[in-house]
C-alpha cells in the first residue's frame, strides 16, 4: 500500500518561499513510470494543478506558476520537495502531493492535505 505524507510549515510571511515535502512509503519515488505531484486547492475555489516531478527526474510546471516553482527530489529519503518562492496572501491552500501511474492520469494515491496560510 502506498502512502504519501506532506510536511511543512502551516504558516509563511509574504514574500517568503514555501516549503513542503512529501514522504512516500510502499513504493519507489523512482519506479516506471510514476508521476509525483503538487496541487492545491485554495479556500471556496477547485482544486489546481502546481507540477510534478517523474520517475525520471523531469520536471513539469503549471505556466502560470513556473517562474515561482521548484520541485526536487531525495531518492535516499523517497521525498520530493514543493518550493514556491514570493509567497502572497493568494497562495493560500491546502496543498496535496499525489501520484500518477502515467502522464494522463488519474491519481491513485493521495496525501492527506496540509494547510498553508501566507499571512504576515
Known amino acids: 500500500q502506498v502512502q504519501l505524507q506532506e510536511s511543512g510549515p502551516g504558516l509563511v510571511k509574504p514574500s517568503q518561499t514555501l516549503s513542503l515535502t512529501c514522504t512516500v512509503s510502499?513504493?519507489?519515488?523512482?519506479?516506471?513510470?510514476?508521476?509525483w505531484t503538487w496541487i492545491r486547492q485554495p479556500p471556496g475555489k477547485g482544486l489546481e494543478w502546481i507540477g510534478y516531478r517523474a520517475y525520471s527526474g523531469s520536471t513539469y510546471y503549471s505556466p502560470s506558476l513556473k517562474s515561482r516553482t521548484s520541485i526536487s527530489r531525495d531518492t535516499s529519503k523517497n521525498q520530493f520537495t514543493l518550493q514556491l518562492s514570493s509567497v502572497t496572501p493568494e497562495d493560500t491552500a491546502v496543498y496535496y502531493c499525489?501520484?500518477?501511474?502515467?502522464?494522463?492520469?488519474?491519481?491513485?494515491?493521495w496525501g492527506q492535505g496540509t494547510q498553508v496560510t501566507v499571512s504576515s
Open positions: 510502499g513504493g519507489s519515488i523512482t519506479t516506471n513510470y510514476y508521476y
Open positions: 499525489a501520484r500518477a501511474p502515467g502522464l494522463a492520469g488519474p491519481y491513485d494515491y
